[in-house]
C-alpha cells in the first residue's frame, strides 16, 4: 500500500522545462535545476529567480490554486519573505494540471541548526505569527478559504493515527524514547477548539521555513495548507522548532496564548514530527531523519 505522499504524477526537468517555455516563452529558461520533492509538489528552480511547483497529486491542485489567490495579498503584509506567485502555468496535454512559479525566497533549510541558533529566531517567528493570525477574518474569507476542512486538531481521529505511525516508527527503530511518546498519547484527552478562527499558514515544520546565513528565520514557503483554522495548528512550530526554554519570550512577543491551545500546539507537533519522521525514513534521507527526531524530542519536552 502507498504512503499518503506516493506521487500520482512526477513532473521531470525536461518536461518543467518543455512546460514553462511553452507557456511562458518571454522567461527564456537558461538555467533550471530540481529543488526537491515534497508531499504535494515537484519543485525547481530556473535562472536562480523563481521557484516553479507542479503538483504531484490530485489533491495538490486545489492547494495550489488557494495559495495562488490568497498569497498576493499577504506578500506586503506579512514581515518575513514568502513566496510570490507570478507565472500561473495551465493544465495542456503534456500535463494535466496547473502549475505555477513564483519569486525565489532566499535562505536554507534550518536542518543542522544549534539549540542556540534556534532561539536567535524567536522574536521574527514570534512577529510573523502574530501578523499571519490578525489577518483580518473577514478579507480571508473572500478567497473561499475554508475552515479546517482536514480537523488537523481533532484529537479523537488523530489520536488513531498517531498510535498507527508510532507502532510504524517503533518496528522500524526510529526512535529510541517509545515510552515517553507512549505515555504521552495515553494521556490525551479531546480538547474543545472550535471557537478560534484566525488565517493559518496550516503546515508549519522545518521542511517549510528558511533561515539565513546566521540561523535566523528569513522565510516561510508552501503555503497550500493556508486556511482558516485555529491558531494552535501554527503554533505547534513553537514545540517542534523551539528548544522549550525559548517558549516563554516567543508567547511574550506573540501574546498571550491560554493552557488549551498550548496543549493543542504540542499535540500537533508531535502528530506532525512522527509523520515527518516515517516520511524522511520513507525518502532514505540521513539529515532530514535527523531533523525530525529533533523536533520530535522538542516537541516532548515540557
Request: aromatic share 12%; with cysteine; proline share 6%.
Amino acid at each position: 500500500m502507498g504512503q499518503p505522499w506516493s506521487a500520482e504524477y512526477v513532473v521531470s526537468q525536461q518536461l518543467a522545462r518543455q512546460l514553462i517555455n511553452e507557456q511562458f516563452p518571454k522567461l527564456e529558461v537558461v538555467h533550471l535545476q530540481e529543488l526537491g520533492k515534497g508531499f504535494d509538489n515537484t519543485v525547481f528552480v530556473v535562472n536562480d529567480c523563481y521557484v516553479f511547483r507542479f503538483p504531484r497529486r490530485a489533491i495538490a491542485v486545489d492547494l495550489l490554486k488557494t495559495e495562488i489567490r490568497i498569497l498576493p495579498q499577504l506578500v506586503s503584509y506579512l514581515p518575513i519573505q514568502i513566496p510570490e506567485p507570478i507565472f500561473i502555468g495551465k493544465p495542456s496535454d503534456l500535463y494535466p494540471w496547473p502549475f505555477a512559479g513564483y519569486r525565489f525566497v532566499s535562505g536554507k533549510a534550518p536542518t543542522t541548526l544549534t539549540n542556540r541558533a534556534r532561539l536567535k529566531s524567536i522574536k521574527p517567528l514570534a512577529r510573523f505569527l502574530r501578523a499571519l493570525h490578525h489577518f483580518p477574518i473577514q478579507k480571508a474569507k473572500e478567497f473561499s478559504l475554508a475552515y479546517d476542512p482536514l480537523h488537523r486538531l481533532n484529537i479523537a481521529k488523530r489520536k488513531q493515527q498517531l498510535e498507527a505511525h508510532m507502532e510504524q516508527i517503533k518496528s522500524m527503530g526510529l526512535w529510541n524514547d517509545y515510552a515517553s511518546l507512549d505515555i504521552y498519547v495515553s494521556s490525551l484527552r479531546h480538547i474543545n477548539y472550535e471557537n478560534r478562527k484566525v488565517l493559518v499558514h496550516g503546515d508549519l515544520h522545518f521542511r517549510n521555513l528558511l533561515v539565513d546565513d546566521e540561523g535566523i528565520l528569513s522565510g516561510v514557503i508552501d503555503w497550500g495548507d493556508v486556511h482558516i483554522g485555529h491558531p494552535a495548528v501554527d503554533l505547534a512550530i513553537v514545540y517542534s522548532f523551539l528548544p522549550p526554554e525559548g517558549r516563554a519570550l516567543f508567547y511574550e512577543v506573540y501574546g498571550h496564548v491560554d493552557d488549551e491551545t498550548k496543549k493543542l500546539a504540542q499535540f500537533r507537533a508531535i502528530y506532525t514530527s512522527v509523520v515527518l519522521l516515517l516520511y524522511s525514513h520513507d525518502l532514505g534521507d540521513i539529515q532530514m531523519i535527523k531533523a525530525a527526531k529533533e523536533s520530535l524530542k522538542f516537541a516532548l519536552a515540557g
